[in-house]
């Protein structure tokens, strides 16, 4: 159980264009889920947390115009990058964190990531 | 400032051996932890979490320690596996209120298990 998916894995695209990242969870139903943004060997940094059915709450520094979230059902939320730059070329990954499990109520599970480059 | 520190960016054990990541924490606000394993190009795994009530988890080969007092956690694995070789992360969290959590990862130690 508790399995996150991501769509697409990898994405390529002209600059300037946007691209929506879809984040769902396939056996669960997530109440709250986030959005991260891994650059090389470096730690995860959260841009945003999403509370379905409302607006996203995003991290100091992350633009909210440029990284558009949206988390309208209990399982699926999207990231769009909008006039994507080569600067927002990254590795993103979302997760997860699961409603009813018990002991688990707190565990973030994750997506697989999508890399996203920009030209 | 950074409220989740893994000092060790990397660590190298012979197979069969115990592996001990660790992990310190300067927010005493946070009431649970967890542990995440990484491979590159892929989203993390879970592996095991503690809630700050207590000191000690075990599942499987891994095995969770926390000391409250000297704000330290610690990962356990054995006996490691070569297939264990890959990025841990540790991550603490914190209530924020309107229902959500808030959480903060370490910035992760590359483990390297050798046959």
């Known amino acids: 159980g508790a399995v996150v998916s991501q769509h697409p894995s990898r994405v390529i695209c002209k600059s300037g264009t946007s691209v929506k990242i879809e984040c769902r969870s396939l056996?669960?139903?997530?109440?709250?889920m986030f959005w991260y943004r891994q650059f090389p060997k470096q730690s995860l940094m959260l841009m945003a947390t999403s509370n379905e059915g409302s607006k996203a709450t995003y991290e100091q520094g992350v633009e909210k115009d440029k990284f558009l979230i949206n988390h309208a059902s209990l399982t699926l939320s999207t990231l769009t990058v909008t006039s994507a730059h080569p600067e927002d070329s990254s590795f993103y990954i979302c997760?997860?964190?699961?409603?009813?499990?018990?002991?688990?109520?707190?565990?973030?599970?994750f997506g697989p990531g999508t890399r996203l480059t920009v030209l | 400032d950074q409220q989740v520190k893994q000092n060790s960016p990397s660590l190298s054990v012979q197979e069969g051996r115990i592996s001990i990541l660790n992990c310190d924490y300067t927010n005493s606000m946070f009431d649970y932890f967890l542990w995440y394993k990484k491979y590159p190009a892929e989203g993390p795994t879970f592996l095991i979490s503690i809630s700050s009530i207590k000191d000690k988890n075990e599942d499987g080969r891994f095995t969770v320690f926390l000391n409250k007092s000297a704000k330290h956690l610690s990962l356990h694995i054995v006996p490691s596996q070569p297939g264990d070789s890959a990025v841990y992360f540790c991550?603490?969290?914190?209530?924020?209120?309107?229902?959500?959590?808030?959480?903060?990862f370490g910035t992760g130690t590359r483990l390297k298990v050798l046959a």
């Open positions: 991550a603490a969290s914190a209530w924020i209120g309107s229902g959500t959590y808030k959480y903060i």
């Open positions: 997760s997860a964190r699961d409603r009813g499990r018990g002991d688990l109520t707190y565990t973030q599970y």
């Open positions: 056996d669960f139903q997530a109440t709250t």
